[in-house]
Every structure is written in C-alpha cells, then in structure tokens.
C-alpha cells in the first residue's frame, strides 16, 4: 500500500509541510511506503480555460496526477486560508481534474492540517472535504487536527493518533 502526502503550503516554514514530515515519519515507523510531494511542485497558473486550451496541462500538474493514480490512499495536509482552503492546494486539485482520466476518482483522501488557531484547520478540511466528494474522491470521516501547531506540538503530536488516521480506507 503506497501513501501519498500532500502539503497545501510551500512556505519554507510551514507547519503543515512540518506536519506532513510528522505523519510521514509515524507512518513509516509504521511500515506503510510513502511519498511526500513537495509543495512547490503544485504550483500552476491559476487555472483558466483559454490558458488550458492554448497550453494545455501544465506538465508539473500531469506529474502530480500520476502521483495521485500510483497511489493506494492520499493524505492531504492543509493550511486554513482565511477559515478555507488554499489557493495552492485548490488550483492544483482543479488543475488535475482537467486530465483526460481525472486521478482523483474512486481514490481514498484523508484530511488534516495544523494551525496556530484553536481550530486547528478544520474549517479549511470541512471546505476540502466538499471539493474532494464532488470530484469522486472517498473522503475518510476522521480528521487529523493539529490545534495551536508549533515546531514543538506538531513534532510531539500522538503517534498513536497518527495510525488510527492513517487505518481509515485501508
């Protein structure tokens, strides 16, 4: 079973970038294969249809999506923008369900983020949770939050939480 973590912030001190090494570490720790995209490998136009018609699918964008097909069960780690989802991790997702197969159907997503609020990003996941269902993705009911997130919370955060996140789909 091969694990796919996506980070929704390219920021070089992100702390979802910091939380998707956490889970990733717990998750190898726990014998599951993983891949950590790099954030700034999402990067795209924001997405425009003249744009796409002339150009096509950005080639970072096929990248990812091929990523997302070779993967068992994707993690995607967001920031809160705002109390929604970034523009990074939204305007990559729509840019990969302009591929002739859209990567994103049938495909288990599990949800978390960190922030230094005491939502711990859940309204971004709650938003998140809407786009994925509507482009077929299964989306796990249990959220992975990581509230009032520092280098010291996140790199302290429950390992045992961490696996029971990551059995959902499996």
Not at 85 to 104: F, G, M, S
Not at 147 to 161: G, L, M, Y
Request: neutral net charge; hydrophobic residues 40%.
């Amino acid at each position: 079973m091969s694990l796919l973590i996506l980070a929704g912030s390219s920021r070089k001190e992100s702390l979802n970038g910091k939380f998707q090494k956490r889970i990733a570490e717990v998750a190898e720790s726990d014998g599951r294969a993983c891949y950590l995209y790099p954030a700034a490998e999402l990067d795209a136009p924001i997405y425009n249809g003249d744009y796409e018609d002339e150009n096509g699918v950005p080639s970072n964008i096929q990248k990812l999506a091929t990523a997302i097909s070779d993967a068992t069960k994707i993690v995607i780690v967001t920031p809160e923008y705002n109390s929604s989802v970034p523009p990074l991790l939204k305007n990559a997702i729509d840019w990969t369900t302009r591929l002739e197969q859209n990567p994103w159907v049938g495909k288990n997503v599990l949800l978390a983020g960190a922030s230094p609020g005491r939502m711990g990003a859940m309204r971004s996941m709650t938003h998140l949770m809407v786009v994925m269902a509507a482009i077929k993705s299964y989306v796990a009911p249990m959220f992975l939050s990581c509230p009032q997130a520092s280098d010291e919370t996140i790199a302290n955060f429950d390992a045992k939480q961490i696996k029971g996140f990551l059995k959902q789909g499996d």
